[in-house]
């Protein structure tokens, strides 16, 4: 995602099977097309075995995480069946609730909470089941204290990937395409996610905010950061004086560690000095490279299929 929280295409692959040899050759492919330095250090995907072994052979110092999404659908699968609509209800909001607790504490709480609900329904079996299959082994793999140790921005689903091809797709105009076709599509999706995050950028070096003004560190960062940092700082801000203040509540410090921006008891202690300094991702407002250009589409097109078969 970029700094103003749009999606972007990185690459695409077209694959005969999801098999483990043609992941890790997708994934070479993409690896062969980045700088040791812009290697993901996050990659999440849903419970697919040999999409998690082809991410740990090629990219083996990335954090790997499981899609929440994914993970509420096979829990859908095996356990809906089991509870009447208003339980289950009840079921998934206590799941998310664990799923975002903010520390090891938090976690265990809520997960003391989770079994007593579960057994005094009479659902040990579906407890027996969320912790072997998901708890126990996959735990700091989606559960937030765990997850959020590492700069994600928040991304906790797939959604994204999955929007996104959904979006490809729509522009086949059937299922039937030859190779260079399927370029030409993927190239104009690019293009329009091209000028859609350029107007993002624009927007927030141009927009007057005026309901953040009246807090001073915002104002400050104001066209410096863009308004998608600034949106979660102002939410941030709430919570330091809705929460720590009245309350005296623990930060958690989720947004520092997830996001590289300023949490709760660090904006606390900021108050007085009125700047502070945030994660270089939410300062970058401007393309890094000029956008490529071809002399036409047919063009671009041979180009992209003669590396898609190199």
């Not at 083996?60 to 659908?73: D, M, S, T, V």
């Not at 299922?175 to 995050?197: F, G, P, S, W």
């Not at 520092?256 to 008891?265: M, Q, R, V, W, Y």
Request: with cysteine; aromatic share 10%; hydrophobic share 35%.
């Amino acid at each position: 995602m970029t700094s103003t929280n749009k999606s972007f295409t990185a690459a695409c692959a077209v694959i005969s099977a999801e098999k483990s040899e043609n992941y890790l050759w997708v994934l070479q492919r993409i690896k062969s097309m980045l700088a040791g330095c812009m290697e993901p250090r996050v990659i999440l995907t849903d419970r697919d075995f040999a999409l998690m072994n082809a991410c740990e052979q090629v990219f083996p110092k990335a954090h790997k995480y499981l899609c929440r999404f994914h993970i509420q659908q096979n829990i859908n699968k095996n356990s809906k069946r089991k509870f009447s609509d208003k339980e289950w209800k009840e079921f998934v909001r206590t799941f998310w609730t664990l799923c975002e607790s903010t520390t090891e504490e938090i976690y265990m709480y809520n997960l003391e909470n989770f079994e007593a609900q579960l057994k005094e329904a009479d659902r040990e079996q579906v407890y027996d089941y969320m912790k072997k299959s998901w708890l126990d082994p996959y735990r700091e793999k989606f559960v937030s204290c765990w997850i959020n140790q590492t700069i994600n921005f928040r991304q906790t689903t797939t959604n994204r990937v999955e929007s996104m091809h959904a979006t490809l797709k729509s522009h086949f105009p059937s299922h039937r395409n030859t190779l260079d076709k399927l370029v030409l599509y993927v190239d104009h999706v690019v293009a329009k996610q091209y000028a859609e995050i350029r107007s993002t950028f624009e927007t927030s070096l141009r927009k007057v905010m005026t309901h953040h003004k009246k807090q001073p560190m915002l104002a400050y960062i104001l066209r410096k950061v863009s308004i998608y940092a600034i949106e979660l700082l102002s939410i941030e801000l709430k919570r330091k004086e809705d929460g720590l203040r009245a309350y005296g509540a623990s930060c958690g410090c989720q947004l520092f560690t997830s996001c590289g921006l300023p949490c709760a008891c660090r904006l606390e202690k900021l108050e007085n000095k009125g700047s502070f300094h945030t994660c270089r991702a939410w300062r970058f407002l401007s393309n890094a490279s000029p956008k490529p250009t071809m002399d036409s589409e047919q063009n671009r097109a041979r180009s992209s299929l003669a590396y898609i078969i190199q």
